[in-house]
């Protein structure tokens, strides 16, 4: 892995703005961050790919054992929030997508945090990263989301054979949603 600085491309707000990714800066400082981006080999990437596969599925055996256990007030969850939660987990609508934030120095990772079905995701990884990389970097086709295209396409197709509704949602004024 290597991490390269690189100034940021000229009117980099307006441009990530006019793409969906409103919420470029937080508390006064940026956010989105173009000062910098990182190239690994694709060794890095497969091993960083199967980590990922192995923390998402210890997420879900966690997740469950909280349910099993009923260790809901351990994670300072409201008590009317339980139910709610119970049988969201026990219907077990699919997930279409998570996104780890990982730590990583070449060597080892480290999980920082798990968002799994956020609409930030989407728009940072799939939208912002490639339009970024296709004006930065016109000749290079390469980047890790393109080559899994994060399974939506195929995840989506596989459930539309199945009797789940798509629910999509948005709250006016949040720019992260």
């Known amino acids: 892995m290597q991490r390269i600085t690189i100034p940021p491309r000229p009117d980099w707000e307006k441009k990530v703005e006019e793409i969906g990714l409103i919420y470029h800066h937080t508390e006064g400082q940026p956010y989105w961050n173009e000062s910098a981006y990182y190239s690994f080999r694709s060794a ?19 997740a469950q054992h909280i349910v099993d256990n009923n ?21 077990e609508p699919p997930a279409l997508y998570g996104r780890f934030d990982l730590a990583y120095d070449g060597e080892q990772l480290k999980l920082l945090e798990y ?15 490639w339009h970024w990389l296709q004006e930065r970097f016109p000749h290079r086709s390469v980047q890790f989301y393109s080559r899994k295209a994060f399974g939506q396409v195929a995840r989506v197709e596989a459930l539309s054979g199945q009797s789940h509704a798509f629910r999509l949602s948005a709250a006016a004024g949040h720019g992260k949603q």
Not at 116 to 129: C, G, I, M, N, R
């Open 44 to 62: 890095e990437i497969d091993r960083i790919e199967v980590a990922s596969n192995e923390l998402h599925q210890m997420c879900l055996e966690a």
């Open 71 to 91: 260790r809901f007030d351990e994670l300072a969850i409201p008590a009317a929030a339980v139910p709610f939660i119970k049988l969201a987990w026990e219907d």
């Open 115 to 129: 968002n799994a079905d956020t609409p930030t995701a989407l728009v940072e990884a799939a939208v912002a990263q």
